[in-house]
């Protein structure tokens, strides 16, 4: 008869139906031996450790068994970093922005303001007062 188990021998280990099992975020790579999850995934569930059943929900969704970056954050290796403002999505950098803060920033210069428009806070810019073409806010 089968020996059920009370107590494992590894920290990576724990017991659930009276087995030793891997915990998260540690997957069953053979018989013996419990390997970290391949990040993003915070638990994973295939010999891999790539199918992911658990991400790090602060920056990334479960999408497909695929941890997959937020909107704001952007992929960085096994990474999600966040975007910096004035871009609210971004690629490949913080600051190569796909989408703006407001509709007064001009996304192919990276979010700054249109021509014509000066900046006045985080959020918005404002037009040039007539005459200008363009201006500061001294």
Do not use: Q
Not at 105 to 112: F, V
Request: with cysteine.
């Amino acid at each position: 008869a089968a020996t059920a188990c009370t107590a494992c021998s590894s920290a990576t280990r724990e017991v659930i139906n009276n087995a030793c099992v891997c915990k998260g975020p540690y997957y069953e790579s053979n018989v013996n031996d419990c390997t970290p999850c391949i990040a993003p995934c915070v638990e994973c569930d295939n010999s891999d450790g790539t199918l992911c059943t658990l991400c790090n929900t602060t920056t990334s969704d479960l999408v497909n068994n695929t941890c997959v970056c937020k909107v704001g954050y952007f992929a960085v290796g096994t990474d999600c970093n966040i975007c910096v403002h004035p871009c609210t999505e971004c690629t490949g950098t913080s600051t190569n922005c796909t989408a703006c803060v407001s509709n007064t920033r001009n996304l192919a210069d990276n979010c700054a303001c249109h021509p014509g428009y000066y900046e006045v806070s985080d959020t918005h810019c404002l037009p040039c007062p007539y005459p200008c073409l363009t201006c500061d806010n001294n």
